[in-house]
């Protein structure tokens, strides 16, 4: 068991030491997926064919309707200037009557809203970061302020995946598991929703008052140029809430498929503001109709990387989960003499750790957890948790360490705005593992003492 333990341990040093010397996880997941397998005694052919693919197919299965239609919205959310449009109108009501430091902060409370807005509309936070980057850096241009937040401010849309009734892998996994509905702990979903919200609201905008009452600006730098958007031809504020609204009461009030709801988004969102796109790399004479498809083909061909990106990673755990190591340890885990309210959370927290893949920790440690915990289980507690509970501390739990420092977006996004890990990770830290983490307990303790909010 120790040495399959430390195979483990080097499967995960292996993807965190080279995912900092750029080399793509899907070059690494196998390849530490292999060590694990040879640590743990198993067929290491067999390990990468048959665990290995099987593992990330079962999670592809799960979150390809979310991340391919999600991304999609999310496109014609961008080239349309949609998002734009919503920021814009937050702006005007709120931002530009304001004076002095209360324009930083209600400027970071504007994105903290356009932010999970998008996500609560279906479009998954790996895209609303591409969506919101552009506005944020107009954003911080306008009122001058210094452009090494920018990666905590990008980092805020996080906290979204933790609401009750989001369309977003992090509660459709368990969903799939669970047979729980979207919008399971209700109550503690919509509390940690805010705790994280309000959490990243004061953090961001506190550094950056800091830094400013010390002498910081806004410097561009090198970072990429952003679209501009002329103002007659963005939609308007409530024309661009519409599908996203839309979306929400499908999926999240009605309970329909995912699918469906974000196919009735994509059509609607077309609808309403074909007009606006705008398709950079095409001609300025291109009819709409091409530019429209160049809109759809991009964000189809946009999902497939982060498709893979969440897949590899399962194909890796899935390998974990066979190992005979993995399973003493979460015997142990399961078996902790402790309420089954915190075995939840600690359980997802590392299994998320070692991932960095809310789908892929997800779909190995809940199936286990539900086992052993839930009414008839295992455990020398089952039947003291509902599947209600466990979805949803799940759900708040898993957002927290997927963004420690090799994670793909974190990496992602300061490559776009230029910050090293050393000046940009920590804020980015606080606001996307230090609250989650908080507010997972907090609905922890909230099901704990009331077991009727499930």
Not at 7 to 12: A, D, E, H, N, R
Not at 275 to 296: F, H, M, N
Request: include cysteine; aromatic fraction near 8%; charge should be neutral.
């Amino acid at each position: 068991m120790v040495l399959g333990l430390i195979g483990i341990i080097v499967g995960f040093c292996i993807i965190l030491f080279f995912t900092f010397r750029n080399v793509s996880t899907i070059i690494l997941a196998p390849i530490a997926a292999v060590a694990v397998a040879i640590f743990n005694r198993l067929n290491p052919v067999e390990a990468f064919t048959s665990t290995y693919v099987a593992g990330l197919a079962d999670v592809l299965m799960m979150v390809l309707p979310v991340i391919l239609l999600g991304t999609i919205l999310g496109k014609v959310y961008t080239q349309t200037g949609a998002a734009e449009a919503l920021a814009d109108g937050f702006i005007k009501v709120f931002v530009d009557r304001a004076q002095g430091y209360n324009r930083v902060r209600i400027a970071v409370a504007v994105i903290v809203i356009v932010s999970y807005l998008l996500c609560l509309g279906g479009i998954d936070a790996f895209i609303v970061l591409y969506t919101t980057f552009p506005i944020v850096v107009r954003m911080w241009s306008k009122l001058n302020m210094p452009r090494k937040f920018i990666p905590a401010m990008l980092m805020c849309s996080t906290g979204a995946a933790v609401c009750p009734g989001a369309p977003v892998t992090q509660n459709i996994v368990p969903m799939s598991i669970l047979g729980t509905s979207s919008t399971s702990g209700l109550v503690p979903g919509i509390i940690a929703a805010v705790i994280i919200g309000v959490g990243c609201w004061i953090t961001v905008s506190s550094l950056c008052i800091r830094n400013m009452k010390k002498g910081a600006t806004f410097e561009y730098g090198d970072m990429p140029p952003v679209p501009e958007f002329d103002d007659q031809k963005k939609p308007n504020f409530f024309v661009a809430l519409i599908p996203i609204v839309v979306v929400f009461v499908i999926f999240g009030v009605i309970g329909w498929d995912i699918s469906i709801a974000l196919s009735v988004g994509i059509i609607l969102a077309l609808v309403l503001m074909w007009r606006s796109i705008k398709y950079e790399a095409l001609p300025a004479d291109t009819p709409k109709r091409g530019q429209i498809l160049a809109t759809l083909n991009e964000g189809a061909v946009t999902s497939s990387g982060a498709l893979m990106s969440v897949s590899v990673i399962s194909g890796f755990a899935g390998v974990v989960g066979a190992t005979a190591a993995f399973a003493s340890m979460a015997d142990v885990i399961v078996n902790m003499n402790i309420h089954p309210m915190l075995i939840v959370l600690i359980a997802i927290v590392i299994l998320v750790a070692l991932t960095s893949s809310p789908p892929a920790g997800m779909s190995i440690i809940v199936p286990i957890l539900a086992a052993a915990l839930l009414a008839g289980g295992t455990a020398a507690h089952a039947g003291m948790i509902s599947a209600e509970a466990l979805h949803r501390v799940s759900t708040i739990a898993s957002v927290s360490f997927e963004t420690l420092p090799f994670n793909g977006m974190i990496v992602i996004i300061l490559s776009m705005t230029r910050i090293s890990h050393r000046e940009g990770y920590m804020p980015m830290f606080i606001v996307s593992c230090i609250f989650p983490l908080l507010a997972a307990f907090v609905a922890a303790l909230m099901f704990m003492a009331f077991p009727g909010l499930a």
